[in-house]
C-alpha cells in the first residue's frame, strides 16, 4: 500500500505564510512527479505546482513569485512554502505523486487526503 500524508494547513492572515508537506510512504519503487492541487467549493481541482524528480518546477500563474515547492527525495517528501497568501488561495490542497509501488510495478497516480487552508482576516 502506498499513502500520501499532508501537513500544515491552517487558517492564516492576508500577507502571511503557510508551509504544506505531503510524506510518501509505503511499497515505494520510485516517484517521479509529485506536486500540489487545490480546489475551492464549486471550483474545479487545478495544479498549484510540480517538481520533478530531477527538481525542475512548475507553477500556475496565479502563485509564481510567492509558492516555492520543493522536495526531500531521501524522505519522499515534497514541500509547498506558500508567502504572501490571498483569500482567493483558500481552499482544499491536495499532494499528488506520480509513482511505482513494489507491489504492482505499475505506473500510477496517487492522491493525499487533502488538507485546508483558509486565508482570512
Known amino acids: 500500500q502506498v499513502q500520501l500524508v499532508e501537513s500544515g494547513g491552517g487558517l492564516v492572515q492576508p500577507g502571511g505564510s503557510l508551509r504544506l508537506s505531503c510524506a510518501a510512504s509505503g511499497n515505494i519503487y520510485s516517484i517521479y512527479t509529485m506536486g500540489w492541487y487545490r480546489q475551492a467549493p464549486g471550483k474545479q481541482r487545478e495544479l498549484v505546482a510540480g517538481?520533478?524528480?530531477?527538481?525542475?518546477?512548475n507553477y500556475a500563474d496565479s502563485v509564481k513569485g510567492r509558492f516555492t515547492n520543493s522536495r526531500d527525495n531521501a524522505k519522499n517528501t515534497v514541500y509547498l512554502q506558500m508567502n504572501s497568501l490571498q483569500p482567493e488561495d483558500t481552499a482544499g490542497y491536495y499532494c499528488?505523486?506520480?509513482?511505482?509501488?513494489?507491489?504492482?510495478?505499475?505506473?500510477?497516480?496517487?492522491w493525499g487526503q487533502g488538507t485546508q487552508v483558509t486565508v482570512s482576516s
Open positions: 517538481i520533478s524528480s530531477g527538481g525542475s518546477t
Open positions: 499528488n505523486a506520480d509513482l511505482t509501488s513494489i507491489a504492482t510495478m505499475a505506473f500510477n497516480h496517487y
